[in-house]
C-alpha cells in the first residue's frame, strides 16, 4: 500500500515556465488536498477536492489550477511560474470516516525552486 | 473565525524533560484535534487526535489535554528524547467540513 505518491520530489523551474506535480493515492479516499509549506511556516491550503470532478480554492489557489478526473489522482498544474512559487508543496487524501476519524494522509513532497 | 493559533514558534527543551505546545481556536464549531508531527524532508504525519467530549488522551509518551471552556488544547511530550525533534502542528475541523485548520507549527529540538 503506496498510500499518497508525489512526483516529482525536485524540481527547478525558470521565470515564466511551467509545470505540473503529480498526485495519486491507493487508499480510495474521497479527499483531497494541495497545500504549500514556506520556510518557518505553517500549511497553506492551495486546492481541494472531495471528489473526481469537483474542486474548490483554499486559501491560495492564485497561479494555479488542479483538476480531478479520477478519485485517484490529484494534479497541481502551475502557471507561468514566478519565485513566490518557490516552496514545498505537499498533497494529502482523507476520508469520512462514519467514527468521526479525520485521518490526512500526506505525499513527501515536491520541493519546487523558481529562478 | 477559522484560525488556530500555536504557541511557541520554536521550543528547545533537553533530553528527558517534558516538551508541552499550546494551541487556541475561536470558532466553537470545531469538534476534532489532530496534531501531526513532520520530520525534515518528509510530509506531515497525524501524531495523535482527541474530540471534545474527553479532556484528555495519552498513548505511550504524547498527551493531549483539552480545555473546552477555554477552547485551549496542549501536546505534551513526557521523556522527550532527540528522535522526537520536528516540527508538530496542530490543527482543527468540524463536522461536514471536510478541511483541516492548521496551527502555525513548532519547531521542538530535544537536546541529548
Known amino acids: 500500500n503506496a498510500g499518497v505518491t508525489q512526483t516529482p520530489k525536485f524540481r527547478i523551474l525558470k521565470i515564466g515556465q511551467s509545470m505540473t506535480l503529480q498526485c495519486t493515492q491507493d487508499?480510495?479516499?474521497?479527499?483531497m488536498y494541495w497545500y504549500r509549506q514556506d520556510p518557518g511556516m505553517g500549511l497553506k491550503l492551495i486546492y481541494y477536492?472531495?471528489?473526481?470532478?469537483?474542486?474548490d480554492k483554499g486559501e491560495v489557489p492564485n497561479g494555479y489550477n488542479v483538476s480531478r478526473s479520477t478519485t485517484e489522482d490529484f494534479p497541481l498544474r502551475l502557471e507561468l511560474a514566478a519565485p513566490s512559487q518557490t516552496s514545498v508543496y505537499f498533497c494529502?487524501?482523507?476520508?469520512?470516516?462514519?467514527?468521526?476519524?479525520?485521518?490526512?494522509?500526506f505525499g513527501s513532497g515536491t520541493r519546487l525552486t523558481v529562478v | 473565525q477559522q484560525q488556530v493559533k500555536q504557541s511557541p514558534q520554536s521550543l528547545i527543551v533537553q533530553k528527558g524533560g517534558i516538551s508541552i505546545i499550546n494551541c487556541a481556536y475561536e470558532?466553537?464549531?470545531?469538534?476534532?484535534f489532530p496534531w501531526y508531527q513532520q520530520f525534515p524532508g518528509k510530509g506531515p504525519a497525524l501524531l495523535i487526535a482527541?474530540?471534545?467530549?474527553?479532556s484528555e488522551k495519552k498513548e505511550g509518551r504524547f498527551t493531549i489535554s483539552f480545555n473546552k471552556s477555554a477552547k485551549q488544547f496542549s501536546l505534551h511530550i513526557m521523556d522527550s528524547q532527540p528522535g522526537d525533534s520536528a516540527t508538530y502542528f496542530c490543527?482543527?475541523?468540524?463536522?461536514?467540513?471536510?478541511?483541516?485548520?492548521f496551527g502555525q507549527g513548532t519547531r521542538l529540538t530535544i537536546n541529548p
Open positions: 494529502a487524501s482523507s476520508y469520512l470516516s462514519e467514527f468521526y476519524n479525520y485521518g490526512y494522509t
Open positions: 487508499m480510495n479516499h474521497n479527499y
Open positions: 477536492s472531495v471528489g473526481a470532478g469537483i474542486t
Open positions: 470558532n466553537t464549531a470545531f469538534d476534532y
Open positions: 482527541i474530540r471534545p467530549d474527553v
Open positions: 490543527a482543527a475541523n468540524s463536522q461536514g467540513a471536510q478541511k483541516l485548520v
